[in-house]
């Protein structure tokens, strides 16, 4: 079955650039897509189908994929975006959504 | 303005039933498939069940198959997960989502969650 691996933790200075990896065996064949969560909030839509930002997100936020690993990428960093960031694929051999692990965002 | 909103988690025992509701409201509910997720404390998400807009199709992770059953009631605008024979690892806030399509498709809206406790 599909799993999908990310890095529990990733901390990065304010105005850096963060790179979270979500990776699985030729995910680049498959449309990822991404959630930010804040504590004790519901998740949001970050990024669909590999790298389309839902309006209302921020251009500094975006994805790619391809090969085995999908990258959400977020510059100028904030302390806003401390949360937990999670990936997700639909694996249509199975039938099922996927989530990763999650990571989570420490800014310093 | 879309809005998801769970309801009917509480603490029950282990074996027990319980049902749970999502009202939907800011979109025409029967176009749009939907979604179960579950957040087990300091946990990660966890998919538990989707439903095509139309009823026909429906999808369950390992986990709950044969012990929880989504539904839906287009007329009431309405998502159901009626859980049956539940164990303490099924403890977790569930969330409802909408998804972006009728059948499969990432989930754009969520809500805000109910929690579900089991004990013995």
């Known amino acids: 079955s599909y799993v999908l691996t990310q890095p529990p933790s990733v901390s990065v200075a304010p105005g850096k650039t963060a790179r979270i990896s979500c990776k699985e065996d030729?995910?680049?064949?498959?449309?990822v897509h991404w959630y930010q969560q804040k504590p004790g909030q519901a998740p949001i839509l970050l990024i669909s189908?590999?790298?389309d930002r839902p309006s209302g997100i921020p251009d500094r936020i975006s994805g790619s994929n391809s090969g085995n690993t999908a990258t959400l990428t977020i510059s100028r960093v904030e302390a806003g975006d401390e949360a937990d960031y999670y990936c997700?694929?639909?694996?249509?051999?199975?039938?099922?959504?996927?989530f990763g692990g999650g990571t989570k965002l420490t800014v310093l | 303005e879309v809005q998801v909103l769970e309801s009917g988690g509480r603490l029950v025992q282990t074996g027990g039933s319980l049902r749970l509701s999502c009202a939907a409201s800011?979109?025409?509910?029967?176009?749009?498939?939907m979604n179960w997720v579950r957040q087990a404390p300091g946990k990660g998400l966890e998919w538990v069940a989707s439903?095509?807009?139309?009823?026909?199709?429906?999808y369950y992770a390992d986990s709950v198959e044969g012990r929880f059953t989504i539904s839906r009631d287009n007329s009431k605008n309405t998502l159901y997960l009626q859980m049956d024979s539940l164990r303490t690892e099924d403890t977790a806030v569930y969330f409802c989502?909408?998804?972006?399509?009728?059948?499969?498709?990432?989930?754009?809206?969520w809500g805000q969650g109910t929690l579900v406790t089991v004990s013995s």
């Open positions: 997700q694929v639909w694996d249509s051999t199975t039938d099922h959504w996927v």
């Open positions: 189908y590999d790298s």
């Open positions: 439903i095509s807009g139309t009823d026909v199709n429906t």
């Open positions: 800011g979109f025409t509910f029967s176009n749009f498939a």
């Open positions: 030729n995910i680049g064949d498959k449309g």
């Open positions: 989502a909408k998804s972006r399509r009728m059948d499969v498709s990432l989930f754009d809206y």
